[in-house]
């Protein structure tokens, strides 16, 4: 062995340069991993601090720092941000429940019909504000559910909205606007419509 290799630094600076060769391709494949875009985890919360080139030469003390220097960047997305107001969920329930009536099928089947009673009767039980949710409780029992026709349950629509209003103190909203406020979803080739829907009104 000492014939082989005489001098002792000799055998250490190989032995450094292995450990280094191999450090600098695991870190190669990790990089490579982590940039990877993967359809279940798109975001990865920790990232090398500098870039690793396998190609570059590096020593094993430059290599062994970057593996010691990871910095969490924790993607902004995850970060806990302000809660909803009751206001801003209102908002976007009455922009999903108008949207959703403007794209009611003008003629209907039966399970559609059924479906919009059962979303509102969810709604009225599962609105995640409790006094809301009660409150509308008692407007679908003194308004129940009309959605016979695409017109039909915008109208009903706007009038149960209407009956929030004013309990609320709010402007009462004029129902015969209601389509103009209110439009189908801007969507493609008609891929948004939803089953029965006619050709009728729709601009191709
Ligand atoms: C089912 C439900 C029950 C609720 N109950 C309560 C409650 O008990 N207490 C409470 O504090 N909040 C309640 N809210 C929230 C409340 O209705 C409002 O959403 C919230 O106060 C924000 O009001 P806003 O003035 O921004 O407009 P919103 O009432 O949210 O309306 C959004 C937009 O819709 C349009 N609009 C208004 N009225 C009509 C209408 N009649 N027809 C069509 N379009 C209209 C206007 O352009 C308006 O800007 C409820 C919300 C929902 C979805």
Redesign the pocket.
């Known amino acids: 062995m000492a014939a082989e290799n005489p001098n002792p630094i000799q055998a250490l600076i190989q032995t450094v340069e292995r450990f280094s060769s191999c450090v600098q391709t695991h870190l190669a494949n990790f990089t490579q991993q982590a940039h990877r875009p993967s359809p279940t985890k798109r975001n990865p919360l920790m990232s090398l601090s500098s870039s690793v080139n396998a190609d570059s030469p590096a020593t094993a003390t430059h290599l062994l720092i970057k593996v010691f220097t990871f910095i969490p960047s924790v993607d902004s997305s995850l970060k806990p941000s302000a809660p909803v107001t ?6 976007a ?3 999903f ?2 949207t959703l009536a403007a794209q009611y099928p003008e003629n209907p089947t039966r399970q559609q019909k059924k479906d919009v009673k059962e979303l509102m009767s969810i ?2 039980r599962m ?1 995640p ?1 409790k ?6 409780k008692e ?1 679908l029992r003194a308004n129940p559910v009309m959605a016979g026709s695409q017109d039909e349950f915008s109208q009903w ?6 009956v ?2 004013r ?2 103190g ?4 004029p ?1 015969e606007r ?1 389509d103009a ?2 439009g189908k979803l801007d969507c493609e080739q008609r891929a948004c419509d939803l089953q029965g829907t006619t050709t009728k009104n729709i601009d191709l």
């Open positions: 009751k206001e801003e969920l209102g908002r329930t009455w922009t429940l108008h709604l009225s609105y504000c006094e809301c949710a009660d409150h509308f407007v629509l706007c009038h149960v909205h209407n929030v209003n309990s609320l709010k402007l009462i909203f129902c209601v406020r209110w």
